[in-house]
């Protein structure tokens, strides 16, 4: 999932941090070229966005005409919004980039320029994404996206695309859960009974399961300590994949009861 690997990344920030804290300096030459040149490109992309925004804004479209586009035809609301929802989702990406440059500059590592290279451009995706997702359920609920924009309106779509671009790691995990509602998949339940406890679990995981409740028993009838002797739902039992599947496992202690995880 794409939140695994944004956590991953967190987590090697917070080590970064944890660097930039204990030393003054421990950057090598080429993790300081790469710090510098990932500032001064979100910097710039920063600029390009704020020129975006105002040429957007006076209705100049000056990109498009460039292009030898017709900014007629692009002079309408529908396109204005859009436009300033992905400007707003760009600019929030760079500022977050930009943010982060500053606070892991002392453990800044090469490896994560390709992050920062993206962050902007990855952030006004996002917007566009949660911005047909918000107005086409608007639409599908009655309301109009076609009539014209008012300062608020278009400050309201910009805001949004802006927190959309910041926080992205929060937009991933949320578009996530949208996805995971709207095309659940019906998968069959591996079958780990008889299993050790830990095989089990990765079973469970690599078959896009989540592990539930674990509950452990007594030893007995002849079970090694740490096998999986029973689980919930049964094996081949068809539900929605991701659901959670509780397992029972046999325990060498002595004063364990069924009921306890």
């Given amino acids: 999932m794409i939140t695994d690997n944004i956590e991953r990344v967190g987590k090697d920030n917070l080590k970064n941090e944890k660097v930039d804290k204990g030393s003054t300096e421990t950057l090598t030459p080429a993790d ?31 990109l498009p005409r460039w292009a030898g586009y017709d ?6 609301p529908g396109f204005r919004l859009i ?54 359920s608007v639409s599908v609920f009655g309301g109009s996206t076609t009539a014209e924009i008012s300062t608020t309106q278009a400050l309201a779509n910009f805001a949004a695309g802006a927190l959309a671009g910041y926080g992205s790691k929060d937009v991933f995990i949320w578009l996530d859960a949208q996805v995971q509602k709207l095309f659940q998949v019906p998968q069959e339940v591996p079958k780990v ?31 090694a300590a740490g096998t999986v002797v ?4 049964a094996p081949d039992e068809t539900v929605a994949r991701g659901a959670p599947v509780d397992i029972t496992v046999v325990t060498d202690k002595p004063d364990s009861a069924p009921g306890q995880g």
């Avoid at 900014?71 to 309408?76: F, G, Q, S, Y």
Wanted: hydrophobic share 40%; proline share 3%; net charge positive.
């Fill in 32 to 62: 300081r070229r790469a710090a510098r040149v990932s500032v001064s490109y979100l910097l710039l992309i920063l600029a390009f966005f704020c020129w975006q925004l105002f040429d957007t804004w006076i209705g100049q479209h000056s």
């Fill in 71 to 76: 900014v007629k035809r692009l002079d309408t």
């Fill in 193 to 223: 009974e008889g299993k050790p406890e830990e095989a089990a679990k990765s079973q469970l995981q690599s078959a896009g399961f989540e592990v539930g409740a674990v509950t452990e028993i007594p030893q007995g009838n002849g079970k």
């Fill in 230 to 233: 029973e689980q919930t739902p």
């Fill in 83 to 136: 436009a300033y929802t992905v400007i707003g989702g760009g600019l929030g990406g760079t500022i977050n980039g930009i943010r982060s440059c500053l606070q892991y500059y002392h453990g800044f590592s090469q490896r994560y320029v390709w992050k920062y290279i993206t962050a902007p451009w990855m952030g006004a995706s996002l917007a566009l994404l949660v911005y047909a997702l918000i107005h086409s």
